[in-house]
């Protein structure tokens, strides 16, 4: 079979589920990952003969999909701030919009990091005891946020947690790839004991579960069959909880000028606002390219 016929047939299966946009755009992923073909040479030979085994993984590929089973997991990657990273069922697909929130507490960091590591004493600036920033990502999954805030500020000293082993697996195989030190610790954020464990930070930041239980069914099918709803759920009883538990910990362990970054549910931006200014801090939100609320910074 050639490039194009097997382009061709692809596409015409994945459009059985996904819109004609969506359907290329995986179609070129999977040659790409499968059979190494990228977009430039499905165009420029078409003729290419591929050989059984590229087909029969190919064939495989798109039984899984037409499954719907997101095109991440089956691929077992995902391309996350300028990295490919490792993902599977334990932890969850980064979105955009996780970039989006790394990439405003890069941008924030970066011009205020001498404010943020030194304190102000009257007209003089009095340095701290070290210079460090200490970084610390709650709930933090495949380890996206985390590896790539150690990757742009490479003097930052990255601390990750999460209540999974399995994703913290996958979270050490994506730091490893990268070439980044990062501290990865198994630990439930929710359990206010287990904070005793950990020091003081100048950042806070995180992707918390924020969905509301009785959205499941308003969700697509690739999400809730296969991604972790330990990641994705909350209960509609206490749907901030994982807020009010960063932001009481905050006040006991953000250092003097530090700052929190999450991510939120699109509807739900001033209830999580108004989580912080209870705790006495300051807040901001940020909308996504697409016009949605969907980050908060809190400060003091």
Not at 6 to 33: F, H, M, P, T
Not at 255 to 277: D, M, Q, R, T
């Amino acid at each position: 079979m050639t490039v194009d016929q097997s382009y061709k047939d692809l596409l015409a299966q994945l459009r059985s589920i996904y819109e004609q946009r969506e359907a290329g755009n995986i179609a070129d992923w999977v040659l790409e990952s499968i059979a190494h073909i990228k977009r430039i040479d499905r165009v420029t030979d078409k003729q290419k003969q591929l050989d059984e085994v590229t087909i029969q993984q190919l064939n495989n590929v798109v039984k899984q999909l037409l499954e719907h089973k997101p095109i991440q997991y089956v691929l077992g990657e995902v391309w996350f701030y300028k990295m490919k990273l490792k993902v599977n069922e334990h932890v969850l697909i980064p979105r955009p919009e996780t970039e989006e929130l790394v990439e405003w507490a890069v941008e924030d960091l970066r011009s205020t990091m001498f404010d943020v590591r030194n304190e102000r004493v009257g007209d003089d600036i009095e340095p701290r005891t070290s210079d460090i920033l200490h970084i610390l990502d709650v709930g933090t999954g495949s380890g996206c946020i985390a590896v790539a805030l150690k990757k742009e500020i490479p003097g930052s000293e990255v601390f990750a947690i999460d209540v999974s082993e399995d994703a913290l697996q996958v979270a050490k195989e994506n730091a490893s790839d990268e070439d980044v030190a990062v501290n990865f610790l198994q630990l439930d954020f929710l359990d206010e004991t287990s904070w005793e464990s950990l020091s003081a930070f100048d950042v806070i930041i995180s992707n918390p579960p924020y969905i509301p239980e009785k959205e499941i069914s308003s969700l697509a099918e690739n999400v809730v069959e296969y991604e972790p709803h330990l990641a994705l759920f909350v209960t509609d009883e206490d749907p901030f909880i994982f807020y009010k538990k960063i932001a009481a910990f905050a006040g006991e362990h953000l250092k003097k000028g530090g700052k929190i970054f999450v991510e939120i549910h699109e509807s739900y931006a001033e209830n999580v606002k108004l989580v912080f200014e209870e705790k006495n801090f300051k807040t901001e939100a940020r909308k996504d390219i697409y016009g949605r609320e969907r980050m908060i910074k809190a400060y003091r």
